[in-house]
T-cell receptor, first 111, second 112 residues
Framework: GQNIDQPTEMTATEGAIVQINCTYQTSGFNGLFWYQQHAGEAPTFLSYNVLDGLEEKGRFSSFLSRSKGYSYLLLKELQMKDSASYLC????????????FGAGTTVTVRA | DSGVTQTPKHLITATGQRVTLRCSPRSGDLSVYWYQQSLDQGLQFLIQ???????AKGNILERFSAQQFPDLHSELNLSSLELGDSALYFC???????????FGPGTRLLVL
């Protein structure tokens, strides 16, 4: 099975930067996903990392270290609309593409 | 808009009843996944279909069943409903079995 840990809540100011950490344990690795979910809405795909390193996509970047079982999502130039839950997810096994999701990190952006 | 559609948006029913949730994947996607999200459980994988065949199963209750039809739409059937089945049910689709999943808007089920 998977063990995915992420902080429960984070608060930051508009325009600031926030880093959401995710640690995972999995029997086989086949990539790590980040999703954004606003309350009562569907998760929206943000990023996918399968190799070590930083992937940058506009204001959002995602980093992966497979040897450490660690990833982070970096949100820059925070906007009020970034207030949401951010979910880290990994496939169950290297041959299995059902996703196991972390409990999510609720980010609150304050003016 | 992800391109995944789900109906109905909201469903209110009574304990002991049976309901069917419907999902149409994005055009070209062969794989469909069902998830349950309740306040205290987070997003839980239920079941996956790929091109009409069951591919993976999560902690899906025996009272729940699903299928994927030849036109690739999928239905999730929930029977003998209990209060604890109240949740958001999401469908997601992907092109292949291991590619990025795109989620539909969900069906909010309330069992009274």
């Amino acid at each position: 099975g998977q063990n995915i840990d992420q902080p429960t809540e984070m608060t930051a100011t508009e325009g600031a930067i926030v880093q959401i950490n995710c640690t995972y344990q999995t029997s086989g690795f086949n990539g790590l996903f980040w999703y954004q979910q606003h309350a009562g809405e569907a998760p929206t795909f943000l990023s996918y990392n399968v190799l070590d390193g930083l992937e940058e996509k506009g204001r959002f970047s995602s980093f992966l270290s497979r040897s450490k079982g660690y990833s982070y999502l970096l949100l820059k130039e925070l906007q009020m609309k970034d207030s949401a839950s951010y979910l880290c997810a990994v496939p169950a096994t290297s041959n299995d593409y059902k996703l196991s999701f972390g409990a999510g990190t609720t980010v609150t952006v304050r003016a | 808009d992800s391109g995944v559609t789900q109906t109905p948006k909201h469903l209110i029913t009574a304990t002991g009843q049976r309901v069917t949730l419907r999902c149409s994947p994005r055009s070209g996607d062969l794989s469909v996944y069902w998830y349950q999200q309740s306040l205290d459980q987070g997003l839980q994988f239920l079941i996956q279909y790929y091109n009409g065949e069951e591919r993976a199963k999560g902690n899906i209750l025996e009272r729940f069943s699903a299928q994927q039809f030849p036109d690739l739409h999928s239905e999730l059937n929930l029977s003998s409903l209990e209060l604890g089945d109240s949740a958001l049910y999401f469908c997601a689709s992907s092109q292949g079995a291991g590619e990025t999943q795109y989620f539909g808007p969900g069906t909010r089920l309330l069992v009274l």
